[in-house]
């Protein structure tokens, strides 16, 4: 062979080399991101190929899908009062993809999971359709209509828990949107999704789990916490010999209050007309890295909390004096998602043990046989059993006290702790605050079914009639009722 018959025969070797190495790697290491690649048109003419499995609350089904004609894709999902479920089963379209639950148990869903093999490959032997299991959620259908309903037109959130297991019972968003108008694939589909996208009231963020506000006076139940835990206090009712009104350390600002009588108030007083001197103070006394590690035994400074979907980090940062201060009646740099607040209140209700918050019990095959179950965790002991009690009976003296800021959360035949508070914000504290209600609901038999946490963000109304007691309140108290007639 001569010179350059040579060349060109090694370079026709180097170049088949190449394409073996090629096709084993595409094959052999690419194959499965390739196979579930969200580009793969072919992954999705798959997932809509069978009529999705479905996400259940209260043994109903919320979800279904239809037949479509005209496109790869056979089946389109539904949803029932979508609205008011879409903060908790998230979308799934065919032209955007799937979020939340939708997209976190899409191998369930879809019946792609590795734990349904057995029951496929049975399918196929007998010649049935290979079909999707189904979710099975923690929600109480009773409490996410209060919820949702008592939000209303207004902006806000709320998210309501079981303190003894950690269960959601609802996660409420206003304003939200219905998945089922853009579950396609047409133009109109796509129209639709981008139109909620540029939406400036946000109506596809998740407010109870993915934003974080100030807390307001909510948190003044956490720095209570603090002081008692850490002996800053001798008791609930011994005098804080607290000034009114408190000069910030290091600074030369004068804080005040806006009700109530809080010179030298005692701890109860303080927590029952929502005094921001005692609190200022106390927060500065227990001081700032025993205030960031009491905020996190309450599940602050959680990066990675999934329930499953994830939850945004609430927030209690290293501060200066006076900000610290401030971060002890929450208008400080210290942010908390309404899950986040409602979990104080279920570890104060669960006399100082925090549970993880969960949101899904059960994953089924569609046959109903159970491939998962969720078995409730413990997150941390928040504070110890009697400082526990002694932040429940300040909570109910919020409630039940005529003097106290909670009076609109009451309810006959139960036993309510809770707390109020209205988050200035913005620069220079011009936005329209911010009205929060945190509270937990009590029975005759000692247990604690439900704690609930609300945020209103109302821009809708004047000024002076946005109050944690006035807004918040009574949404916080049809959906502790609506727990509480579930279970009779």
């Known amino acids: 062979m001569n010179k350059p018959l040579r060349r060109i025969a090694i370079f026709c070797g180097l170049l088949v080399l190449a394409l073996l190495i090629r096709d084993n790697w595409i094959q052999y290491v690419q194959a499965d991101s390739l196979k579930t690649d969200k580009q793969n048109r072919r992954v999705a003419i ?29 089946f389109k999902r539904t949803w029932k009062n979508g609205e008011m479920w879409a903060p908790v089963t998230g979308y799934a379209s065919q032209i955007v993809g799937a979020t939340q639950l939708e997209s976190l148990e899409d191998g369930i869903l879809t019946g792609n999971d590795d734990r349904l093999f057995f029951r496929n490959t049975l399918d196929m032997i007998t010649g049935k359709k290979k079909e999707g299991g189904s979710v099975v959620t923690t929600l109480n259908a009773a409490a996410q209509k209060a919820a949702f309903e008592g939000l209303g037109d207004k902006k806000g959130a709320v998210a309501a828990i079981d303190p003894q297991t950690g269960a959601v019972l609802a996660l409420a968003s206003t304003p939200s949107y219905d998945p089922s108008t ?47 835990e850490n002996n800053v206090v001798d008791g609930i009712d011994k005098a804080t010999d607290t000034p009114d009104p408190y000069r910030l350390p290091q600074s030369n600002t004068d804080l ?51 329930i499953p979907v994830r939850a945004a980090e609430s927030v209690y940062p290293k501060d200066n004096r006076p900000q610290n201060a ?3 009646i929450g208008q400080g740099s210290n942010r908390a998602t309404p899950l986040q607040m409602a979990m104080v209140s279920a570890a104060i209700a669960n006399d100082g043990k925090l549970m993880k918050p969960y949101m899904v019990d059960q994953l089924r095959a569609s046959n109903l046989d159970v491939i998962e179950s969720h078995e409730p965790e413990t997150l941390s002991q928040a504070v110890s059993p009697d400082t526990a009690q002694a932040l429940q009976e300040m909570m109910e003296t919020v409630v039940n006290d005529p003097a106290g800021t909670g009076g609109s959360a009451k309810i006959d035949g139960a036993t309510v702790g809770g707390k109020t508070g209205t988050a200035q914000h913005g620069v220079n504290n011009k936005e329209l605050p911010y009205a929060w209600f945190i509270s937990y609901a009590k029975l005759s038999d000692g247990s604690s079914p439900v704690a609930v946490a609300v945020v209103v963000e109302d821009g809708s109304a004047d000024r002076g009639e946005i109050s944690g007691g006035g807004l918040a309140g009574p949404i916080a108290k049809n959906v502790m009722q609506a727990v509480i007639n579930s279970k009779k």
């Open 46 to 74: 798959e997932r809509y190929g069978t009529p999705r499995g479905d996400i259940i609350v209260d043994g109903k089904a919320i979800t279904g899908s239809v037949e479509t004609k005209g496109t790869d894709y056979k």
């Open 182 to 228: 853009f579950a396609g694939i047409s133009s109109k589909d796509s129209e639709t999704f981008s139109k909620l996208e540029k939406d400036s009231d946000k109506p596809m963020l998740n407010r109870a789990l993915r934003e974080t506000y100030p807390p307001g006076s909510t948190f003044k139940v956490v720095t209570a916490a603090a002081a008692l």
């Open 256 to 306: 005040g209050n806006q009700h109530g009588n809080c010179k030298n108030a005692t701890l109860r007083d303080a927590l029952k007309v929502s005094c921001n001197t005692v609190f200022a103070k106390l927060s500065d006394s227990v001081g700032n890295e025993k205030m960031i590690k009491q905020s996190e035994k309450f599940g602050f400074g959680q990066a990675e909390l999934d």
């Open 326 to 328: 401030l971060d002890g």
